[in-house]
């Protein structure tokens, strides 16, 4: 990564975007791995991504879940 001085090659990204809507997992996970070609292919550049890729609206209930979860544990 450009300008970088990190040696860390491996990361985990949670996106949420409304682009994602009616796009299964494997053609989200795409997109971003055509965002990031460059950085995927450098030489020191990413070299492992975990993609957590939601919809506002899937953001929301996962959220709400957790919040009802945390709730339920009290």
Known sequence: MQGSTSQETHF?????SSHFASKSHPARHRMVYALLKDE???VGGIHALQ???RT???EQRVR???IAE???AN
């Open 64 to 66: 709400g879940r957790e």
């Open 40 to 42: 995927m292919a450098a």
């Open 51 to 53: 993609l957590k890729t």
């Open 70 to 72: 945390a709730a339920d």
């Open 12 to 16: 985990r990204l949670d996106i949420t």
């Open 56 to 58: 506002p609206e899937e």
